[in-house]
């Protein structure tokens, strides 16, 4: 088969089932795996999947649950806003290198971030926008890969990489829903891989979270609790919730 009927079958598999694997793909034309590798590559650089960890997605593939990111960012923003300020206060020094999330909470650090010689790492558009405004006192890193129009934050095999060559001090985290037995979660599969990636590489990994968001699920988990060192929220939160992941080691702050 040449290499455009096998990149269209390519294209109508993802798009049918929502993703495909290597494997499948191998077994499906019998040809190399750097052959698959190729096709792939070529078919993200045109927009048509997004290539992530052991093979494909397709374009914009999320739930249904998930939000314009500006109608997410106006949703329960006091309290995003005091957890952010909190956290660039009290968790960031002087020449620290870190991970920002494109959360929409995260995402409200950025004001607050006062210390020198900081490095800024994000894979949020938002977020690399609103810290190109610091760059007096702070080094801001972004990555490539495929942006995401409903997230506006860069997915895909490309941000992947970027992130897996970085160590940093502290990865910063958000989720649409967390539960005790899921941990933070995420209703995109490509937008999970990146924050696995971050909290991997980082020394710290601090997850601010509103108090909406516990007792919540979403498609799949990004950070089990165990792997948490911090939490940060509000006082609206459970007490029965909090207590409960205290119990998993996790260092948390409820904010009054």
């Known amino acids: 088969m040449i290499a455009e009927k096998r990149r269209a079958k390519i294209i109508e598999l993802v798009n049918q089932q929502g993703s495909a694997s290597i494997e499948e793909l191998l077994e499906l034309f019998d040809v190399s795996r750097m052959t698959i590798w190729r096709d792939l590559k070529e078919l993200e650089i045109k927009g048509q999947i997004i290539r992530a960890h052991g093979g494909a997605l397709k374009v914009d593939q999320g739930n249904d649950k998930e939000e314009e990111f500006d109608r997410r960012r ?6 995003k806003r005091l957890i952010a300020k ?3 206060k009290n968790y960031v020094k002087d020449s620290d290198i870190i991970f920002l999330d494109g959360g929409s909470t995260v995402l409200e650090m950025i004001p607050h971030l006062k210390q020198e010689n900081l490095t800024l790492l994000s894979n949020g558009l938002n977020t690399l926008f609103l810290a190109s405004k610091f760059l007096s006192h702070m080094n801001v890193i972004g990555c ?3 942006l995401r129009k409903t997230s506006f934050t860069f997915v895909g095999h490309e941000a992947e990489q970027f992130f897996s060559h970085y160590k940093v001090d502290t990865a910063f985290i958000s989720g649409t829903g967390v539960t005790l037995e899921d941990g933070i979660m995420d209703p995109h599969p490509i937008e999970m891989e990146i924050k696995k990636i971050m909290c991997k590489n980082a020394k710290t990994v601090i997850a601010l979270i509103d108090s909406s968001k516990f007792d919540k699920r979403s498609l799949s988990t990004c950070v089990k609790i165990e792997e948490i060192n911090f939490l940060i929220t509000d006082k609206k939160a459970s007490k029965k919730v909090i207590d409960a992941i205290k119990s998993k ?3 948390v702050t409820v904010l009054e």
């Open 74 to 79: 106006k949703e329960n923003l006091t309290e």
């Open 86 to 88: 909190y956290a660039a």
């Open 144 to 146: 490539g890969g495929i």
């Open 249 to 251: 080691g996790v260092d």
